[in-house]
Every structure is written in structure tokens, then in C-alpha cells.
């Protein structure tokens, strides 16, 4: 084994053990530095020099393809020199030499563009499930979509959740998101509401809040919980079936949750702890389609013509 993969190794098992990382998070670290030490044709920690990741660079910026065959996104670009960077920093705390991290600078990616719902649009969405059905996948599917409006839950949060996790006699509970990280989410009434209803039904004895019902034996039986790819499918289901022509997934329901928590007038560090989000700038995506006083100034001073003197 040459030096740098087991030095890979070493890292991702400190990530592990030492960080708590999820294990996501670990193999897309994996991923990275093992195509950087691959394309680098795998050279000591102290051959990786400045003129090697400059070329590793143009080679993720020029030659790299992504999808469809296109070249994969400044962001993507990013998280491969972010693993890059963090790995470099194991080495210096770990007294080997190689480069210092703090010489890899990001690519600047172009700013982000957020979906979220109008409000005529989820109310639209938010009604479909009991509009289609009286079932029992019904009032799971409604409660599921009350929950992710209500709350900003990531789809993988929610398809974990517990029964005994949700107490239904208080306004909140905690949930442990990316990072091993616990927040406190918030209910609302029509989520409580439609979690009741879905709970009132339920004959099974699974401890999953969301199952994945057997809708040949009216959903009285489960087979289990409900995947992140299963809620990601009835979103998208409901929001084709509500006349939403944009594409539709559980994260622009949690994009809807911190855009109506702005327009509202709530502070940004109040919506970056509901999200869960560890860096401030990550929640700052949501302001240029928020900023209400902006839209005030302008709806004031824009396009105001004076009266002709008499």
C-alpha cells in the first residue's frame, strides 16, 4: 500500500472515531481523496505540492465530466478540495509534511438559487393527500407533509423519527441531524392535528413513526419504515397531482419552512438553529428572496414620477 492511502485510511478512521462524522459524510471524504490520489498517481505526503493541486485543479475544472457528460459544478469542485484541505490538516496535527492547508482556496461558486413554494402552492399540496384518499396511506402521506413544512426536518430525519420520540402533548422535540448534532423542532397545529389522525389509525406495533403501509390489506400491515427516497417520491406525487409544473422534493419543503419563517420577519440566527444549519452562511441562502425591507424601499421610492409644476 503506498504511504498517502494509508494515510487516507488514517484520517477517515479518525473522522470516524474521534469527529463522530456520519458515515455519509465519510465516504464521500473517501471518494474524494481517493480520486485525488489516483489522478496525483498516488505521491508521498511531501511531494503535494502548490503546482500539483493547481494542476489537479484544472483537471476538475476542465477534463472531469459529471453528469450527462458535463463538467461537474464549481461546487462539486469545492467539496473535492474541502476533503483535500481537511485531510492536509490531519497530516500537519499528525507532524507529517506535506502542504499546508491554508493553500487551497475554494472555487467561488456561483450563488445558489432557492425553490420554494408560493403559498397558493402549498396550500394546494398540503390538501392533495386528503383530497385523493380517506386511507390510511392518506393520513400518513398528510402528516408527513404537515411535518416537513412545519418543522424544516431534512427528509432523513423525518424517515427516522420514532414514535416515542414525537410527544404529542408538548409543542417540540428533539431530533439529531447532520454532525450528530441534537435541535429542538417546533410543531404546528395542523401537523399535530395530522399526526394524531394518522396515529389514531395505526394498528401495527412498528416503533417508526412513518411506515410503509400495505395498501392491499388497506395499510393495516407494515413492511416497515419509510425511506428518504420513498417521502421523495409521494412529494414529488403530490405536488404532479396539485398542478406545481417545478420540480418539487422534500428540501424545497424545508426551503418553504426558513423562506416563511423570513418573510415573517424572524431574525436569520434564529432560522439557522431551527435548520440546524453549523455555519450562518449556509442559512444567508434564503436572504435575497426574503428581504422584506428591501422590497418595502423599493415598492416606495421605485418608479415614483413627480407632479409637473402648476
Known sequence: M?????????????????RGRSHRTIANYDFYLRRF????????????S???????RLWLNRELPGRDEELIKKSTQNYHLIALRSFLKFLTRHDVKSLPAEQIEL???PSRIVSFLEQDELDRILAMPLRESDGLVALRDKAI???LFATGLRVSELANLKIDQVNLKRDEFTVRGKGDKVRVVFFSDAAKSAIRA??????????HLFVSHDRAKGGRENSGPLTPRSVQRLVERYAKSAGITKRITPHTMRHTFATD????????????????????MTTQIYTHVTNAHLKDIHKKFHGKKESPPE
Open 2 to 18: 503506498f504511504e498517502i492511502d494509508k494515510r487516507i485510511t488514517d484520517f477517515l478512521e479518525y473522522m470516524e472515531v474521534e
Open 37 to 48: 490520489a489516483t489522478w496525483a498517481k498516488h505521491p508521498k505526503p511531501a511531494d503535494i
Open 50 to 56: 502548490r503546482e500539483m493541486i493547481h494542476k489537479y
Open 107 to 109: 472555487s467561488k461558486a
Open 145 to 147: 407533509l404537515e411535518l
Open 198 to 207: 394518522y396515529l389514531g389509525k395505526r394498528l401495527d406495533a412498528s416503533p
Open 261 to 280: 419563517l423570513l418573510m415573517n420577519g424572524a431574525d436569520i440566527r434564529s432560522v439557522q438553529s431551527m435548520l440546524g444549519h453549523a455555519s450562518i
